[in-house]
């Protein structure tokens, strides 16, 4: 499998922001889609945004819309997802993968995955 590590995560205020990184290691993530999803306590994993491989085309769950914005830089062999005026429930452990179906969506064991970075948003 390919190797993913995210960072950027931590605590901040309401209304406060965070960027999210995805670095990649051993192979170049620009020919992949990738993702990033979410998961709170006691909750189901969730997308929240994917950047296509290609023309790098993006797609955002309703809940990040407005709010997140999700790019690459293929020099530095990253993603990112800058999360702007956070809000509680954005409080969560969220994974990059790079996902292989149009349904970026939907949770793939099969792909591959980062460990996790933890954001904490208080009010």
């Known amino acids: 499998q390919l190797r993913l590590v995210e960072s950027g995560g931590g605590l901040v205020q309401a209304g406060g922001s965070l960027r999210l990184s995805c670095a990649a290691s051993?192979?170049?993530?620009?020919?992949?889609?990738v993702a990033w999803f979410r998961q709170a306590p006691g909750k189901e994993r969730e997308g929240v945004a994917c950047i296509w491989s290609g023309r790098g085309g993006t797609d955002y769950a309703e809940s990040a819309k407005g709010r997140f914005t999700i790019s690459r830089d293929n020099g530095k062999n990253a993603v990112y997802l800058q999360m702007d005026n956070l809000k509680p429930e954005d409080t969560a452990v969220y994974y990059c993968?790079?996902?292989?179906?149009?349904?970026?969506?939907?949770?793939?064991?099969?792909?591959?995955w980062g460990q996790g970075t933890q954001v904490t948003v208080s009010s």
């Open positions: 051993g192979f170049s993530l620009n020919i992949y889609t």
């Open positions: 993968a790079t996902v292989r179906d149009n349904k970026w969506w939907i949770v793939n064991p099969n792909d591959s």
